[in-house]
């Protein structure tokens, strides 16, 4: 039989491992939300502009994606037993979105990027010092994130029907997602 973990015993790993979870759940959510969008997209005509630019901007997800897919892997890592929800809320979010217009579409782009934006800033200033690696990926994606809210900002983000309440709605969601996945 072994002795349980002192107090304080494996929290630096409890913590990163929650960070990898975390993130590798809201790339996934990511990917998801952009196929909703492109699904109702590449089926209306005229919407292939906004469908491109998605596809572009699902593409740069996909990518991340695979980077935690990896590292979930490599460190051993639970990813978080929400994901069937995620995947139904996640397309459900873009599609719904998308068939509100395109300025819907990009003000929930906007809205979980600038929560995903002020997610992994934090994430970087706690793992200062700690993991250079995971930091480094951190930082390069959430530039890529600050990217995709400002294309989604030039793309008319702030003339979507109901605006406030539409991005405050998706950004409640977005913390309760991240909060819930970093455990579960």
Not at 28 to 44: K, L, P
């Amino acid at each position: 039989m072994t002795n349980p973990p002192f107090p304080g015993e494996g929290v630096r790993e409890r913590r990163l491992a929650e960070m990898i979870r975390v993130d590798h759940a809201g790339e996934f959510g990511a990917v998801q939300i952009y196929r909703g969008q492109r699904a109702v997209f590449d089926r209306i005509e005229g919407k292939s502009h906004a469908a491109r630019l998605i596809g572009e901007m699902e593409a740069g997800e996909q990518e991340h994606l695979r980077t935690f897919d990896r590292l979930i892997a490599e460190r051993n890592v639970r990813p978080t037993l929400m994901a069937p929800l995620w995947r139904v809320a996640g397309f459900g979010l873009g599609a719904v979105t998308a068939l509100m217009g395109e300025s819907a579409a990009h003000a929930c782009t906007e809205a979980v990027e600038n929560v995903i934006e002020e997610h992994y800033a934090r994430q970087s200033a706690a793992l200062d010092g700690v993991d250079r690696g995971l930091k480094s990926i951190v930082d390069r994606f959430r530039e890529d994130e600050i990217a995709h809210r400002d294309t989604a900002v030039e793309q008319g983000a702030h003339n979507a029907p109901a605006y406030p309440l539409l991005s405050a709605v998706i950004k409640f969601g977005c913390r309760a997602a991240i909060r819930i996945s970093e455990k579960i």
